[in-house]
């Protein structure tokens, strides 16, 4: 799987000399740095706390920590270890608020993730409607899932990310990625049928 900052035309090491620049303080190579990556960050946020303006604070919260961290960044790769902070960010945002989040029926912002696939430019207005409400019960069978479990979902099913790179994120072996991912399915299975179940009841 390619590298985001790949994906946005940048070669990996004109990343790395943009971190060794953001290191010595160099604020413009930050910015750049969060311009390859704040959609990434922010979408891991969004569906990890489900209110888009939470996931924006936990978003800049993230940035604000790996700036004041960067100096002790060793090296390796800079989007894992980043979005190892925006993770924590959200895990801090949910042990703020005490409790699971309910479950926001806003639709995604523009630009952000979809976890079905992208819809036909010819579907009626009925489809939409059919697919946004899809949208809305994923996300919020999402937000029912243990934490570890959802970070794992989250970046594989959602976000494309490597077995390798959520091993990295999480702190934990490939093979406890691998079972959080299965029993996160197995759970949102459950979870969508139980909603369907209960909408034609």
Not at 48 to 60: F, H, V
Not at 77 to 98: K, P, Q, V, Y
Request: aromatic share 4%; hydrophobic share 40%; charged share 25%.
């Amino acid at each position: 799987m390619l590298n985001r900052s790949q994906d946005a035309g940048l070669a990996p090491d004109a990343e790395t000399h943009l971190v060794e620049r953001a290191r010595q303080g160099d604020l413009d190579a930050f910015n750049s740095l969060i311009e390859l990556h704040q959609r990434a960050v922010y979408n891991l946020c969004l569906r990890m706390i489900g209110s888009p303006a939470a996931a924006e604070d936990s978003a800049q919260d993230a940035f604000f920590s790996a700036w004041r961290a960067l100096g002790g960044f060793k090296g390796g790769n800079f989007r894992s270890w980043l979005m190892r902070i925006a993770a924590n960010a959200c895990t801090d945002e949910l042990r703020r608020r005490g409790r699971r989040p309910a479950a926001s029926l806003d639709a995604p912002p523009p630009g952000a993730d979809e976890p079905i696939d992208v819809p036909d430019a010819a579907e009626g207005p009925e489809t939409l409607t059919l697919r946004k409400e899809q949208q809305a019960a994923i996300q919020a069978a999402l937000l029912r899932l243990p934490v570890d479990q959802r970070l794992a979902v989250v970046m594989c099913d959602i976000q494309g990310f490597a077995y390798e790179e959520i091993a990295a994120v999480a702190r934990v072996s490939i093979g406890t990625v691998k079972s959080r991912i299965s029993r996160g399915r197995d759970k949102l299975r459950v979870e969508l049928t139980r909603q369907e179940q209960l909408d034609h009841t």
